[in-house]
Structure formats: structure tokens, C-alpha cells
């Protein structure tokens, strides 16, 4: 009566990123890109779903093929029908639950019932119940001998949300060969088919450059009061200019050691306490929930929603406390569990150790891990056999907490030394990102949760450009002559505008605009099923305006970077290969600089330089290109992304975005000299 009529009648997040993403490969898009915050605003302002925000971060493609059916309706027709499968799923769930633990329908109901994340999945529309289902078929499955289709069904989940790999584990310990073996070919064949239908630059885009800052605890929300061990310690010992400027207290090096050893902490015992010998029941499914908890509790993005996976090992433990008759645990229990579902709101501006006091979540996670862990320790202290592979993972797992202490502390103080180049930003967005110097200031495009916005400042002024209409998004823009140019996306595509006249349209089917350095024409890229065309348009002020094509149709340009139609630079890919940057001469024979890896070109107005991103590791870095001898150098190696440089006028300086010390993508304005 609370939740579903909200949930029905309004698209929240996250339902639409799903959405949008299952939409684009049933359509035949080229999705390389759709990782990218703005790429993938444009694409939901093309097909008017209506919700003002939306990122596929940290989403694998894989589990967007759930609602692939249900792409031909209307979002909100296709999001109804989404609702009532997983109401639907609730069924099997609760079956499988009862058939497992011995409790009465009644009791599983009153569990289900009072997840307050179970209301939240179904607001936004999440996919946690399928995970649900799906971990929970897989331990009915295992629990009847049926060890094929049980590996089979963790790698299914797995492939959707990745810490179900864990559960991996269970079978290594336990010696189930077919059930990893079941569970990699499953694995693969999950895999192929994303790849099939998303291609290959989305998957290698996932893994290299979104997973990495996923597991060290900076995908998304670093500084946001996050109930996870990583987000408590990032607002505690570590700063940021505009998130967290005063933490408790700074020091990189004590995160580094925390942050791992905590996480390791709270995860080994429900390894090293899995018992290959005992194959009963009650201990399957304490192991199996001790791995599900553990799981949840050491996670760096606890969303709300995540936690109806929960509901699973508390019907575990409450029919184990039942047997046991110990029931005033399991009145701790049933008081930790409603705990972990509320979650309170922090208010700005906490800083200090008073941030604890609004992640209870946190502490009620490892006091029930605790509970479970004292549980299987009881048990195993019956049993006078020596499994020696125990030794072996304490082993692995001290190597393991070592080398990433190493590895966490050295990102850390290399993220924060891109500090000194950061632009204090009186205004700003989640992402600020491609700025520019203009007579006004540094104009950027602030990601809001109203949408994308332009950002002007200059010293103590700050100016937000007036649009007609604040459902488009205003995602790029160029400047000059007196005048903005600004791509607006909307339902009708994205057309550029000048703001001075913002009625009228100046160019369709146009983004990222790019005024010449005669200020006389303007280039633009032009999308057609996500793969960009290079375009100039002369005369740009004039009435006799014409279009030109600068580069051919089996190249999908990504950005640019023009200073006359003899003089420009794009990055492009060619095929399912890495995007790398392309030159021109007077006679447009676009020849590859042969570095695979490169985007955001930037010549500089002397035509001296070009500054441009490279992939290395993981990360874009900056890096410049001496046009006369082709000679390149490193600008920077952090482990962070700098991206989209602008060059100010003295061909010296650079403007460019930095998420260094941020969620990934979630970028900053920054401002270096490069040239002596």
C-alpha cells in the first residue's frame, strides 16, 4: 500500500538504466561508450524516458539482458510489468526458503515483508530479487545433489552483479568439480553472449577502467556517509577540495592498511570456516549465508536495495536459533535486521567521528557476521580433522592483504598530489567536465540531479546559463565571437543552439560543437546508431552556411579537436579495437599517430602542440605531442583520469577534467602549465 503505488507511477532510478542499456543493443547501437555519463544523458534524452539522471556505473552489460523483453514497451509500461515478475518471484522464493529451513510461510512472509530494501527495490525497479532468486535456487539446488545447475546458477548471478563469485569458494572448499566446472562454462557462455550482443570495447571499458575503482571503494558516492568500510574510511582519514575537506583525520597511510585488513577482517573466517566433511544441511546453509553476509558487509557500494539479498540468511538463522531454542539471539537478530534496513539520512556538512553515528548499517553487518561466524566455529571445534588448504588460504589471503596495503597507498598519495592543479569551484556538479576559458571565465557542464547545466565562473561570480526549457540537458558547448554555441539534447535528438537565440535551432543531429580558430565556421560530430561522423559547417554566422564531411563512415569518432578544415585532430575507433587519434593534412588523408589507447585531442592555437589522454594501466593520462617532430611526452602519471584538456591562449596552459581523489568519472576542473 506504501511502496507500489509510487513504484508504479514514476520512473526513479534504476530502473531506466536497465532499461536504456537493453534498448540501445536491441536497436543495434554501438554501446562502446555507454559507460560514459554523458553519452549515455544523450541517449535517454533521445528516446524521452523521463527521468532526469541516469549511468550505467558500476551495471555490467550482462544484467541488463533481463528486461530485454520488455524494451518494446514504454518505459513505464515495461518497468509495471518489471514489478510484477519480481512480485511474482517472491512465490518461488519463499517456497525454496521453507523447503530449505523448516519455517512456516508465515514466518517467511513476516521476513520478506519487513525488508525495507525490498520496498526500495521495487521503487527503483532493481534487481536484487532476481539475485535473490537466483542465489537461493542455486543453494536448493545444491542442497539435492543437483551440483551442475547450482555452479550453473551462481555464474548466472555473478555475471550480473560480481560478488556472487564468492560462492565460488564454497564449491573449491567443498571439492565440487562439477559444480565449477558447470559454473565456468556457464561463465564463458555468459560472457560470449555479452560481448555478442554489446560488443567488445563496452566489456574491456568494465574491466579495465570501471571494475578496479569499484573494488578499491571509488565507483561511486566516495565521501556520501557510505555504509561500507571504504566509504567510513574515506570520509574519516582521507580529503578531498570540494566532497571532504576536512576529515577526521588525514592519513593515506592508515587507510591503506585499515581499508584492506578490515575487509579481510570481516571475509576470511567464512572462508577458513567452511567444512569439506560435514554435508549436513543446517551446515550448508550457515556456510552459504556467512559467505552471502560477508559479501554484503565488506561491498563498497551497499545501496540500499542490496540488502534484500539478506533475507535469505536471516530465515537461515532464525530457524537455527528456533531449533536451538536461544531465543533472545534471535531477538537481537530480528532487531539487526530491521536496523540494516533503515537507513538514516546524513545532513551536510558532518564531519568528524559523527559520521559514524549516521552508518548503523555497518556495525549491524558485522555483528550479525560475527553471530554466524561463532555459530560454524562452535561446530567446528567438534571435529578433530586438519584441513590443511586452511593454511594455505591464510597464507594467500595475508599476500594478498599485503600487496594491496602496498598498492592502496601508493593510489592514494599519487591521487592527492593532483590536488595542487585543482580550480576552486564555488558551484559545481558530480562531474564537471569540459571546460573552457572564455571572456566570462571558466565556462564547464556541471552533471546535476536536474540534469547537465552550463557553469560559468569567474573569481567570485558565479553564472549558470539560461536555457527555455530545464528538461533538456545542456552536455557541451563552444564559445566565441561573442557568442555560445551548446548542444541541448532532447527528446527530438540533440541540436546545437546558439544561447543568444535559444528558440531557434542552429544545427540537428549535432554534439559536441567546435568553433575554428577564425571563429568563422563550427565542426560538430553527427551520431547515427551511436557511431560519430566528423562534420564542418562554414560560414557559421552566415545564412549561406554548408555542411561538410571531414571523415568517412566506417570510422566511429568519439571527440575532436579543430582548428580550420586543413587542421584537425579526432579520436576514433575502427572496428572492436581501442580508440586512437587520427591527423589530417590539406588533402583530409587521415593517418593514425599509432598509438592505440588515445582520445581527447587538443591542438593548441599555435599549432605547435597537441595534448591528448592515453590508456595506460587502467586510467587516462595527459600527454603532449610535438606536431613538428612527432616527438610525445608524459604529462602526468597518476592512477586517475585526466581528460577533455582545453588549451587557453597562450598555448602554454591546459584546462582539463580529473575524478583524482573522486568516484570514477566524477570529474573536477583542474588547470596545469605544460609548456615551458
Given amino acids: 500500500m506504501h511502496t507500489l503505488p509510487r513504484a508504479w507511477k514514476t520512473l526513479n532510478t534504476d530502473f531506466p538504466n536497465y532499461y536504456l542499456a537493453a534498448h540501445l543493443a536491441q536497436e543495434r547501437f554501438d554501446t562502446s561508450r555507454m559507460y560514459e555519463w554523458p553519452w549515455v544523458e544523450r541517449e535517454k534524452d533521445h528516446r524521452a524516458i523521463d527521468v532526469r539522471v541516469i549511468g550505467l556505473l558500476p551495471i555490467t552489460p550482462f544484467s541488463t539482458l533481463a528486461v530485454w523483453p520488455l524494451v518494446g514497451l514504454s518505459p513505464l509500461t515495461a518497468k509495471h510489468y518489471w514489478i510484477l515478475i519480481?512480485?511474482?518471484?517472491?512465490?518461488?522464493?519463499g517456497w525454496m526458503l521453507r523447503a530449505m529451513t523448516g519455517l512456516s510461510?508465515?514466518?517467511?512472509?513476516?521476513?520478506?515483508?519487513?525488508?525495507?530494501?525490498?520496498?526500495?527495490?521495487?521503487?527503483?525497479?532493481?534487481?536484487?530479487?532476481?539475485?535473490?532468486?537466483?542465489?537461493?535456487?542455486?543453494?536448493?539446488s545444491y542442497l539435492r545433489g543437483l551440483r551442475i545447475l547450482a555452479g550453473a546458477l551462481i555464474a548466472v548471478a555473478a555475471a550480473c552483479k560480481i560478488f556472487p563469485l564468492l560462492l565460488f569458494v564454497f564449491f573449491f572448499q567443498r571439492r565440487d568439480w562439477r559444480a565449477l566446472v558447470s559454473g565456468a562454462i556457464t561463465s564463458l557462455v555468459a560472457v560470449s553472449i555479452s560481448i555478442a550482443i554489446f560488443g567488445l570495447n563496452a566489456h574491456r571499458t568494465w574491466l579495465q577502467e570501471i571494475f578496479p575503482w569499484v573494488m578499491r571503494g571509488e565507483g561511486l558516492g566516495t565521501y556520501g556517509g557510505s555504509s561500507s568500510i571504504s566509504g567510513v574510511l574515506h570520509g574519516l582519514l582521507l580529503s578531498e577540495p570540494q566532497w571532504n575537506p576536512h576529515p577526521w583525520h588525514y592519513s593515506p597511510f592508515w587507510y591503506s592498511l585499515l581499508a584492506p585488513g578490515l575487509q579481510m577482517l570481516a571475509l576470511a573466517p567464512a572462508i577458513l570456516l567452511i567444512r569439506r566433511d560435514d554435508r549436513s544441511k543446517e551446515r550448508v546453509l550457515l556456510e552459504w549465508s556467512a559467505l552471502v553476509i560477508a559479501a554484503l558487509t565488506i561491498s563498497t557500494i551497499p545501496a540500499s536495495y542490496n540488502f534484500v539479498l539478506m533475507v535469505f540468511p536471516i530465515c537461515v538463522l532464525a530457524s537455527t536459533l528456533l531449533a536451538r531454542r536461544q531465543y533472545w539471539w534471535l531477538s537481537a537478530l530480528i532487531v539487526a535486521y530491521l536496523g540494516i534496513g533503515?537507513?538514516?539520512?546524513?545532513?551536510?556538512?558532518?564531519?568528524?567521528?559523527?559520521?559514524?553515528?549516521?552508518?548503523?548499517?555497518?556495525?549491524?553487518?558485522?555483528?550479525?557476521?560475527?553471530?554466524?561466524?561463532?555459530?560454524?566455529?562452535?561446530d567446528c571445534r567438534k571435529d578433530s580433522t586438519r584441513d590443511w588448504t586452511r593454511y594455505a588460504w591464510a597464507v594467500a589471503m595475508v599476500t594478498a592483504v599485503a600487496l594491496s596495503m602496498r598498492s592502496t597507498l601508493y593510489t592514494e598519495r599519487a591521487e592527492r598530489e593532483e590536488y595542487a592543479y585543482r580550480i576552486p569551484l564555488q558551484m559545481q556538479?558530480?562531474?564537471?567536465?569540459?571546460?573552457?576559458?572564455?571572456a566570462s571565465g571558466v565556462r564547464f557542464s556541471a552533471f546535476t540531479m536536474a540534469g547537465y547545466r552550463l557553469i560559468t565562473q569567474a573569481q567570485d561570480r558565479v553564472h549558470q546559463e539560461p536555457d527555455v526549457d530545464a528538461s533538456y540537458d545542456l552536455l557541451s558547448f563552444a564559445s566565441g565571437a561573442g557568442h555560445t554555441w551548446a548542444e541541448r539534447a532532447s527528446s527530438t535528438g540533440s541540436q546545437i543552439v546558439d544561447l543568444q537565440q535559444p528558440s531557434q535551432t542552429l544545427i540537428e543531429n549535432a554534439r559536441e560543437p567546435m568553433l575554428s580558430a577564425d571563429q568563422q565556421s563550427l565542426a560538430f560530430i553527427r551520431d547515427e546508431y551511436g557511431r560519430g561522423r566528423l562534420m564542418l559547417r562554414k560560414n557559421v554566422l552566415s545564412n549561406a552556411a554548408s555542411e561538410t564531411e571531414l571523415t568517412p563512415l566506417e570510422m566511429n569518432v568519439y571527440e575532436a579537436s579543430l582548428l580550420s578544415e586543413k587542421h584537425y585532430a579526432f579520436s576514433a575507433t575502427d572496428g572492436d579495437g581501442l580508440p586512437q587519434i587520427y591527423l589530417t593534412d590539406v588533402t583530409h588523408n587521415n593517418s593514425s599517430i599509432s598509438i592505440p589507447g588515445t582520445r581527447y585531442p587538443a591542438l593548441s592555437p599555435d599549432e605547435r602542440w597537441m595534448a591528448y589522454s592515453q590508456l595506460d594501466h587502467g586510467v587516462w593520462n595527459l600527454w603532449l605531442r610535438n606536431q613538428v617532430d612527432g616527438t610525445t611526452r608524459r604529462i602526468a602519471d597518476v592512477p586517475c583520469n585526466q581528460i577533455q584538456p582545453f588549451w587557453e591562449s597562450d598555448s602554454k596552459t591546459l584546462l582539463y577534467d580529473t575524478d583524482c581523489g573522486r568516484s570514477i568519472w566524477l570529474t573536477a576542473v583542474s588547470r596545469r602549465k605544460v609548456v615551458p
Fill in 86 to 93: 519480481n512480485l511474482a518471484l517472491l512465490v518461488p522464493i
Fill in 105 to 140: 510461510y508465515r514466518r517467511i512472509a513476516l521476513v520478506i515483508t519487513l525488508s525495507y530494501p525490498l520496498h526500495r527495490n521495487l521503487l527503483f525497479g532493481q534487481f536484487y530479487i532476481v539475485l535473490l532468486l537466483l542465489l537461493t535456487a542455486a543453494c536448493w
Fill in 342 to 378: 533503515f537507513s538514516i539520512a546524513s545532513p551536510p556538512n558532518v564531519e568528524g567521528l559523527r559520521v559514524l553515528l549516521y552508518v548503523p548499517r555497518l556495525p549491524l553487518m558485522l555483528a550479525i557476521l560475527l553471530g554466524i561466524y561463532v555459530l560454524l566455529w562452535r
Fill in 429 to 438: 556538479g558530480f562531474a564537471n567536465s569540459g571546460p573552457q576559458l572564455t
